[in-house]
């Protein structure tokens, strides 16, 4: 069927380095109902050995008509994939005219899982997104193996891209660090850092400028006191408007 392989290898924005961290297949389960109209499909075109001879026509039509449904559902199921990767989640689906529907990871907001009581004993289950946009083209992901290992996957994947904080207090592994204001940042680091945090190096402090501004931010509330205060000051020579209380 590598005429119908979806190649999701060619939708990767490979010069940004997104790479596929896990491709999920629709559960096999997924087909079951497919297999079991096939196989009455191939019932209905046997019924043609015990038709008369005239009608011959109408099993083959019926049982060719279900088998091309059928292997029509089949290869639906095959087509669809769901892809993980460091960047973003997206479904490519459809066999003749072929659709995508992508939610980078940042407006993920919560992964609901539903797992049916035959999906817990078969082991599939179905993923529901919830994004931060009002429409979005992907939102539920049904028919998924082993749902619980892939959105572990996913939540690993988030956390790794930095975008749910950090883990235990520590940045988390390909994070990157905010740098340090400039004030702290000239003082105390090289000058070969500076590329790597991506700041202009910051010309050196005079010594007197670093020793003495305590000094000179006290001369200057000084003088300002003294500007305030160089007259002198009598409440009772405050002019006010003369009030007529009444008699």
């Excluded at 993920?108 to 931060?132: M, N, Q, T, W």
């Amino acid at each position: 069927m590598s005429l119908f392989d979806p190649r999701v290898e060619k939708h990767l924005i490979a010069d940004l380095g997104e790479v596929v961290i896990d491709e999920v297949r629709k559960h096999w389960a997924a087909v079951v109902g497919a297999m079991l109209e096939l196989f009455g499909g191939v019932v209905l075109l046997l019924l043609v050995l015990f038709v008369p001879a005239p009608a011959w026509w109408v099993p083959v039509l019926l049982g060719g008509a279900v088998c091309v449904h059928a292997l029509w559902r089949i290869l639906e199921r095959h087509t669809d994939r769901f892809v993980i990767t460091n960047m973003r989640v997206f479904r490519v689906h459809g066999i003749l005219s072929q659709r995508i529907a992508t939610m980078p990871l940042a407006r993920i907001l919560d992964i609901s899982v539903h797992k049916p009581i035959i999906g817990r004993i078969l082991g599939y289950g179905h993923f529901v997104f919830e994004s931060a946009a009002q429409e979005q083209g992907l939102r539920e992901i049904r028919w998924v193996g082993d749902p619980d290992g892939r959105g572990l996957t996913i939540q690993r994947v988030i956390q790794q891209a930095g975008l749910r904080g950090f883990a235990g207090g520590q940045p988390l592994a390909g994070r990157p660090v905010a740098p340090e204001p400039a004030a702290y940042v000239a003082e105390s680091t090289p000058a070969s850092s500076y590329s790597t945090l991506g700041i202009p190096p910051r010309p050196p402090l005079p010594a007197s400028a670093t020793v003495d501004w305590l000094a000179d931010a006290q001369r200057r509330e000084g003088e300002e006191l003294r500007r305030r205060t160089r007259g002198s000051f009598d409440p009772d020579r405050t002019p006010t408007a003369p009030i007529d209380l009444p008699r």
